[in-house]
């Protein structure tokens, strides 16, 4: 920043531009010099070679006008929610993509991508959570990480968990996602040291009020070590695993 | 019941009573005979040679002059939710009693009681669920039960609980007190197949909202086999597994 | 499981195995010797000789699926939360199930069951709270238990209960299933000594909340004896009572 | 009211009274002959012979001060929610005051009140609800009307409640009081057809949060014929009893 | 009841019935004699001369077993919470009822009804809270009270309520439904002196919660002489005043 | 007032008019004179030349026949909360309506609107908070004020709202509209010294309970200057806002 | 900002600074030529002339720190939320400042400050209310607005509010401050056509839950032209009243 | 592990030692050779080097007994929620404690700490977030994390924040605490690409529910990337950083 302003200035001292040019150039400054596009991150890494769209509550028309819109730039796309319905009315019209019903999500790969690295484990809870494991786990995938996945392994087979914590503990990151009770992220938590991202389903009934239950357990984990994301947000967790993973 | 009735039609149709008499008999009939007292049989259990006073609200004055009247029966006595303060306030007129400081407690023991059967389990998540822990296990020694204590056996140190999960498998039933996420009695749950009542704690913070969040939690239990009393209801706990466990 | 490390060390001081033999038997004993899937005591209930599935959320493919590798080891299988419309498309492919409509449920029974032991009484305060109720007796029966019935006995016609106290007052567990003000297991708890499985309903309308205010109820129910499961919660009642009953 | 308009019109016509004094007359209209004070009667009732004062969260010098100026006008007054503390540094300075330390309230009585009509039954679930029903009982007590108390007659001793139903039955309308599971007026409706008022109180502790358990109960009571107010609201169940035994 | 016991007692004593007969009458006594039907009195009422079925959830086919079973016994029927589409489904084999699409019940008057003597008002604060008002205004009038209708007249519009006040004071009791904001029956009640029972409805959208907002706001009332019913509960206020009116 | 009373008193007392007329004309007054209907000053602008519809909630033919009421008196009409459903049905007999399927609105114009005064800002945080946006936008521009939109100027892009503030500062009041975590609002008071009315969206999932995380996000807005109406209440914040441009 | 940065780039042409001062200004331009702290325009007014700290949870030592830091700068300066215990302590060290207890504030004017402009209308529903609505009133003064007042004007006592409209509907905007049912603001939106800021209180007990249930019918007003702030927060209230009013 | 079994079958195969001693060994295996405690890692974490006390709630008593017994290992100790009171009573005892009162915190450093390494950033919105702000510093700090801190950068104030950002941007790990509207995590993460944590407050009145507001505004954070520790919890944010700091 500090270097583009002291050319500017040397040039405009040395008259190589005009003081109308500097004033132009300045006046566009905050915006495109201050680089207020650069500075918004997080969405650069979606809208530059890989970008996302929430595809819940959006018709087939304009899924396919965003999307379109984002491959035209050469960039991967992913598209999360996407309902089987809706996949099949944009289908024909996007060549490429490929649609995973258990997670409802849909990529279409333009680039490349690179050799995935570091390791997230995405764990479930019960086999009713594995769409927003699923979720997670693609997202990660899309952004570039190495996914392990271990399904079923909820308290009330702790065998099942217990036999799976070796491969468990080789991950970077866990995201790990419940209903009901959400007692798995608590459990898991008192037998690593990884960060855990927990991710609350609204699977369950009465009481689990949608995943209010398991997203209070979640928040009240004793052991430490684990932060949470909202209630059935899979593509949350995911992105979240892979800044981590990827530090 | 028939056979109370039946002698007195008898001895009424064979003039051994006046009409008088069986009127008086039979006015008294739904309060003594059909026996409301006892149909009242959880009270009676309390009343009868062990009764309970629940502490909490009462001004010593109060506490003392139903103490006094039970004590007076015969009966053994239990008082809980009795808070040290007041119990120095009443200690020295209520000879015999002996306070359980941890389980704010007082006991007193005027009939021998029997030899304790069965086995009921107390297990605490953390060391601050303790006291409530503490209240069922008194009150299953209290109405006669044998107990074995396991605290501090929470979610964040799974290999103490895995440790004594053997004797745990001992009971007959189990109390599982727990407060924050609440997720012990599903962990236990997927242990055991003995049954499970659970006891969420107002201990925590932020959004345990008092225990709501333990509450809902063992609520929402996906193993099975637990049921779930009110928020640091010790008392509760431990008579409904004195119930079960004298089965 | 002392016995089976005992025979294993004693064995291979004796050179009866080898010491790779003997290694691999440890290496696998957190998971067969030790016997996690045997700790799995819950589990094992259900997966041995008799085996439930959670029918709601499955497709057909889904449950038609696991039913048949359930059926395959010659357990007796029962399915809860199982829509009749789903059932109709699963019927013709699983010969010699039996549905209940009321219950919502489907049991296909492989071994000749025992004869049923003790006996469960299972109340419903008002009509539209018995298709749980018929829920928590069918569970019950399929585990082997004995079940009386006593449906729309509810507080508003207080004599319809009062009338089969001495009948209900012979069962080991009682389970009262309730919606609206759930004020019935309150009731039924001051009138007996019998371990009481509370279930509230989302029965009701306006400030029920679906169930919420039935289920506030009875955790604060009053006389003591009472413990609460989930919302509509009909199998997880019947299953602890089970439990109890055959203590 | 059209008397008096038709009155003013006749004197104006007649020149009995000037146009300034009709007009004068006519501008206080809204506020003295159309009479709002007049229509504001629910306060009138507490202002013209009785009126009350909400003591809670008042100083004892505001609670002098408004006390004085009604009694100044002759009116009977009835204190609520006075505690004993504050009741403690006014007695001195309210000659003629009555406190009634259980109902937390206060009474002055400077006119002959009428002989008490009709009859109000005021119940309570349990002893702690006495203070509440005693504010009930007291309200309605002091606006003229007969009460009978019927305290400690919850759900967890049916008997004493049934044993008293003869009695109960009397009464033109019912109040009653109940925390915790807030069961007691479900069943007394279903046992009259007296109209009854339910004050959930906030007795009780966890799950009970603080009367909302008992409120929602009561707003879901099945048998009909019970309305609701506020939790703790005994003033407000008394004085809305007393409309109603004096229709 | 002391009577006929009396007569029971004269009658073996004089060996007027023999002790088998005095036996067998004493054995319903608790049932017949102690009158439980009799003690029953609220749905006495219903089940008398006038018997009302909660119509939601129920089949066609259930509806019309029920009512057919109470038009055999000659008494008036309502029907609550009946839909226009399960009404069309079962009006041919219902001759002689009325259905009221706007209060979504039908009569059926098998019995002369007696003159309705007294006056409900029945207020409703908008136009989308007249159904729930209909049903209360309806259920009146089936149980013999006459009733003054007074819709639309909320807060937002005061003249049009003003403009009412004079003839709503003439009812004996008042029923207020309201959604949003619930302030009418608050309102009304610093107008007049009259019990009101006030009806929250669901109408609203947002932080209304459906009806939580009103339902809230009427608890809180703060002129006093107000009560309120369950969310959309128009029977309940309509049963109630009629009670009420009928002292 | 005080003129049109005078007036009347002096055409009495000079007998211009006769007691009979003059006692009409007072017995009016409370409705006419005193001009409760003027009084009525929210509606009057609704109601005179410009009148609004909630349409949510009432049937075709309940639109067609309060519109039809409203524009034979010559008013201009909006309809708010139209589903295009509905406005298919509706549109062939509501000639010169024009439907705005964003903003979910109809208009009909029938007298030539004024210039639209002032400046009103509409700010949407993302695409998804739009047709609510819309509502207020269109409610305002009805009302007579001149819009200015910035739409999909969220906290994830804070560049986009900080490259639009200069514009925004322009405007006299503003209106946030954002739906998820509900910080636009913050952060826009952060910014400005414009009043501003925040709209909660139910825009979200999980976590959000349909428009209580946002709505409470801007009731504790830090900033200052910032007031909310209900969730999705696009009107309401447009009407208001309009009062206020206006001022 | 167009003109500083034009004269800068002039300068440098003409050689009148250095690349070195240029850039210096330049550097600086984001935080102070452009006038972040101008952005910053809620805070400029409280941080020119007039400046608010809210004094809730700060010791007096830091209450003490930063007023004087403020009155250094000679501003004027209003303290909220300033308990009169903390006042005692700081009394002595703010000379010119003035308490004001009912308030709960404290004002030192350094400057003298403007004729008072327009006129914001301050309502209390109850007296319990007042402190809240004199927080607000006093916040309008301080910042330079007229303020009538009318206190007690609640629903309770219709006949208040009515004969105080003609002065309320003077004001430019209207303060309406309420617990309980929460309902004055929808009336009095009903009366006129003002903007109306509806401040729930935390007064009241029981079902009001610390103001929850007025926020929640402010926020469901059905009149239009309410917005609502957070419960309890009469300065919000104040400042966005005077806002509006300096349109 | 397998080394150890290794080692242990090797020995009594060639009879180094005797099956009493191995079958010792095998028995203790699960808890020292499988090493159960190892699997604690997070504890180990605690329990090895580096040990935290959650002071609240215990007795001085309590507190000191646990240090001392950690402290004795040679551990360094971490308390946390230590108030100043509990400070002062067990200062003496505790030689070598430091006490942070703004932190609320207490460290006692045995072993030099390794120099700190990565970069997490802390920020605050507003100076009443600084107390959990800082637990979660110090928590950093004490496991060997470098800790940048950037106080009252609330979206109140929006300049602040983004002339830090270059700074914030360096961090690894960003954990942001937010009272109120709980904005500042949202608008953080517009900006960066960085993991963030982010910690709701308790800071706030009213409707901010105390912290409830917060949370859920976090939860729902739209730009991704953000996930959320329980209200206040500054402890578990600065222990998850430095477990993602560290990878």
């Not at 730039?73 to 996407?82: F, H, I, M, P, Y």
């Not at 979720?135 to 079923?152: H, P, Q, W």
């Not at 932060?227 to 967790?237: H, K, T």
Request: proline share 5%; glycine share 10%.
């Amino acid at each position: 920043m500090k270097a583009i302003l002291a050319e500017l200035v040397r040039d405009l001292y040395s008259h190589k531009i005009s003081p109308e040019q500097a004033l132009k150039k300045l006046e566009d400054y905050p915006y495109e010099d201050l680089g207020f596009a650069k500075v918004d991150h997080a969405r650069e890494l979606k809208k530059g070679t890989a970008e996302v769209i929430f595809g819940q509550g959006k018709t087939p028309e304009q899924l396919l006008k965003i999307a379109k819109a984002i491959l035209k730039k050469g960039s991967n796309l992913l598209v999360t929610r996407l309902s089987p319905e809706v996949y099949q009315k944009i289908k024909a019209r996007l060549p490429g993509g490929r649609y995973y019903p258990e997670a409802r999500c849909l990529t279409v790969i333009k680039k490349k991508q690179l050799e995935p690295v570091g390791l997230v484990a995405v764990l479930s809870a019960g086999t009713s959570d594995i769409p927003v494991a699923e979720e997670a786990a693609l997202t990660c995938e899309f952004f570039g990480n190495r996914v392990s996945r271990f399904y079923d392994v909820g308290v009330a087979g702790l065998h099942r968990l217990l036999g799976n914590m070796e491969e468990i503990k080789k991950a970077r990151v866990i995201v790990v996602v419940a209903g009901m009770e959400g007692a798995l992220p608590s459990v898991v938590a008192g037998l690593v040291k990884t960060p855990i991202i927990a991710v609350p389903t609204s699977v369950g009934y009465g009481a689990s009020f949608q995943g209010l239950s398991a997203l209070l357990a979640m928040l009240n984990s004793c052991p430490g070590g684990v932060a949470v994301v909202n209630i059935d947000n899979g593509f949350g967790a995911g992105y979240l695993a892979s800044l981590i993973n990827k530090l």
